[in-house]
């Protein structure tokens, strides 16, 4: 429903809300829950076969036999989200359910089928893609862990937090790696914690990579996302509408995968302006692209579906996580998309995203003697948004300015109580009242601006009721 507000200063402004005061009255009275469960998923993949060392054996590929593996999951879950965890494949997230619209946020494919053999180009020289995100170590490129069973551990379980730990020794190798890849083992030893707290749209995370060793050690770090927000959950996958979100102004390639950047503004050094190639659907094929030089401190990225302007965001630190590797199989995987399991094929229409603690795969960092790590991210889904503009672990915004008007969209992360939105042009006041957050539809805001030049700044503040603030932000004036 439309709700028209009135200002302290007189000026009146719909706010686009279709939250109703039933489900603000229940929200108040049902208290959040977390819950932690087991359960079972099966995952089909063509047969193969490997190696005790995880190498592929030649020969035993048979696409045209389905086999089933069965996996235990554990399962976090409260009045937002759903999200299902797979220890034994990767510790990794494998799935987010946002509940409020039913849809799935994260990649999986329905049948696994290995590739890449004999090309030199992962860990074990073969690789096959399930989904979801997960942590990559000590090398890129999917690294050592992808295929190797985490020990799962509940660190903390009440009714307002689920947290649970993945951890995992890099002590084993892989005799026949690829020569670009770090020989015998670092030592490292990872441990993801993943936290879900009562009342908070949201899932945290955090990876520590401890060196317990008495000298430094050489390695990299990546966190791997493979994203499809708002996708059905029986059948994930990005489709026509995906938007790759990220506050970058350029990208560049390897010379392999120059062709993503074929008919992209040229802004030098190598570097392409990444306005086009922000859209899935300019994608021609597979390729790589990194953001240049790095991420430059903006702390968020993701995928925002404009099918049906649902997202997930990732924030972060990173400047601790400065590489942003991008990747798709190129648009072509959604538009000749083949059933998977009358045609198994690696080609998948899904974005993945990667945030290393370096700017390319192959270009190591230093673990010093006895030094840890700590890589700190939130992943939050969105609705109702077009873009981001700014974020943090309480609320993402989408706030601009024109002659005629101040524009925000804006997703809160604890969507249960009311928030109190200001807008300020200079002194003058545009908005300033309180507004219910909608975990469903989001909630979008446009203000008229009195007669002024463009270049001024707009200015916003987002609090809580009882004056915490939340967020605050400039725009210009356009």
């Given at each position: 429903?439309?709700?028209?507000?009135?200002?302290?200063?007189?000026?009146?402004?719909?706010?686009?809300?279709?939250?109703?005061?039933?489900?603000?009255?229940?929200?108040?009275?049902?208290?959040?829950?977390?819950?932690?469960?087991?359960?079972?998923?099966?995952?089909?993949?063509?047969?193969?076969?490997?190696s005790a060392e995880n190498?592929?054996?030649?020969?035993?590929?048979?696409?045209?036999?389905?086999?089933?593996?069965?996996?235990?999951?554990?399962?976090?879950?409260?009045?937002?989200?759903?999200?299902?965890?797979?220890?034994?494949?990767?510790?990794?997230i494998l799935s987010i359910i946002y509940k409020p619209t039913g849809h799935e946020q994260l990649y999986r494919t329905e049948v696994g089928v290995p590739y890449g053999m004999k090309a030199g180009n992962f860990y074990y020289d073969w690789l096959m893609v399930y989904g979801g995100i997960f942590p990559t170590f000590p090398d890129p490129e999917h690294g050592k862990a992808w295929l190797k069973p985490w020990d799962f551990r509940v660190v903390k379980e009440n009714a307002?937090?689920?947290?649970?730990s993945m951890s995992l020794k890099d002590d084993f190798a892989y005799s026949a790696a690829p020569k670009q890849f770090l020989k015998g083992s670092t030592g490292i030893e990872a441990t993801y914690f993943i936290s879900l707290k009562a009342g908070r749209a949201a899932l945290d995370t955090r990876v520590v990579l401890r060196n317990p060793q008495d000298k430094s050690v050489d390695y990299e770090y990546w966190t791997c996302t493979t994203l499809a927000p708002g996708s059905d959950p029986t059948n994930p996958k990005t489709t026509g509408?995906?938007?790759?979100?990220?506050?970058?102004?350029?990208?560049?390639?390897?010379?392999?995968?120059?062709?993503?950047?074929e008919g992209d503004e040229s802004i030098g050094s190598g570097k392409s302006r990444f306005e086009?190639?922000?859209?899935?659907?300019?994608?021609?094929?597979?390729?790589?692209?990194?953001?240049?030089?790095?991420?430059?401190?903006?702390?968020?990225?993701?995928?925002?579906?404009?099918?049906?302007?649902?997202?997930?965001?990732?924030?972060?630190?990173?400047?601790?996580?400065?590489?942003?590797?991008?990747?798709?199989?190129g648009f072509p995987s959604f538009m000749n998309e083949t059933d998977a399991r009358k045609d198994p094929n690696e080609a998948r229409p899904y974005v993945e995203l990667w945030a290393g603690v370096s700017d390319q795969f192959f270009h190591r960092a230093r673990l010093p003697a006895r030094g840890e790590l700590s890589v700190t991210e939130t992943y939050s889904p969105t609705v109702g948004m077009s873009s981001v503009t700014h974020a943090n672990e309480n609320i993402l915004i989408n706030f601009s300015a024109t002659t005629s008007a101040a524009n925000l969209q804006f997703f809160s992360i604890e969507p249960t109580g009311p928030l109190r939105v200001t807008l300020k042009r200079g002194e003058a006041i545009l908005f300033n009242d309180a507004v219910e957050a909608d975990p469903k539809n989001g909630n979008r805001l446009s203000k008229a601006i009195p007669a002024g030049g463009s270049g001024e700044q707009v200015r916003l503040t987002v609090t809580t009721i009882d004056g915490r603030e939340l967020i605050a932000a400039e725009t210009r004036v356009k």
């Amino acid at each position: 429903m439309a709700i028209s507000a009135s200002s302290s200063r007189g000026f009146v402004v719909t706010v686009l809300s279709t939250v109703c005061a039933l489900s603000a009255v229940a929200h108040a009275t049902s208290p959040d829950r977390v819950s932690l469960s087991e359960s079972i998923i099966s995952w089909s993949t063509v047969k193969y076969a490997t190696s005790a060392e995880n190498g592929f054996i030649d020969g035993s590929l048979d696409k045209n036999t389905i086999v089933d593996r069965t996996f235990k999951t554990h399962v976090l879950e409260n009045r937002y989200l759903k999200v299902t965890l797979v220890p034994e494949f990767g510790g990794r997230i494998l799935s987010i359910i946002y509940k409020p619209t039913g849809h799935e946020q994260l990649y999986r494919t329905e049948v696994g089928v290995p590739y890449g053999m004999k090309a030199g180009n992962f860990y074990y020289d073969w690789l096959m893609v399930y989904g979801g995100i997960f942590p990559t170590f000590p090398d890129p490129e999917h690294g050592k862990a992808w295929l190797k069973p985490w020990d799962f551990r509940v660190v903390k379980e009440n009714a307002g937090e689920v947290t649970v730990s993945m951890s995992l020794k890099d002590d084993f190798a892989y005799s026949a790696a690829p020569k670009q890849f770090l020989k015998g083992s670092t030592g490292i030893e990872a441990t993801y914690f993943i936290s879900l707290k009562a009342g908070r749209a949201a899932l945290d995370t955090r990876v520590v990579l401890r060196n317990p060793q008495d000298k430094s050690v050489d390695y990299e770090y990546w966190t791997c996302t493979t994203l499809a927000p708002g996708s059905d959950p029986t059948n994930p996958k990005t489709t026509g509408g995906a938007e790759i979100i990220a506050p970058i102004a350029a990208y560049t390639t390897p010379a392999w995968s120059r062709n993503l950047s074929e008919g992209d503004e040229s802004i030098g050094s190598g570097k392409s302006r990444f306005e086009k190639l922000r859209h899935f659907k300019n994608w021609p094929t597979m390729g790589i692209a990194y953001a240049a030089p790095d991420m430059q401190g903006g702390n968020f990225w993701g995928v925002i579906n404009h099918d049906n302007e649902e997202g997930i965001i990732r924030i972060a630190d990173n400047k601790v996580t400065r590489g942003l590797k991008m990747w798709t199989w190129g648009f072509p995987s959604f538009m000749n998309e083949t059933d998977a399991r009358k045609d198994p094929n690696e080609a998948r229409p899904y974005v993945e995203l990667w945030a290393g603690v370096s700017d390319q795969f192959f270009h190591r960092a230093r673990l010093p003697a006895r030094g840890e790590l700590s890589v700190t991210e939130t992943y939050s889904p969105t609705v109702g948004m077009s873009s981001v503009t700014h974020a943090n672990e309480n609320i993402l915004i989408n706030f601009s300015a024109t002659t005629s008007a101040a524009n925000l969209q804006f997703f809160s992360i604890e969507p249960t109580g009311p928030l109190r939105v200001t807008l300020k042009r200079g002194e003058a006041i545009l908005f300033n009242d309180a507004v219910e957050a909608d975990p469903k539809n989001g909630n979008r805001l446009s203000k008229a601006i009195p007669a002024g030049g463009s270049g001024e700044q707009v200015r916003l503040t987002v609090t809580t009721i009882d004056g915490r603030e939340l967020i605050a932000a400039e725009t210009r004036v356009k």
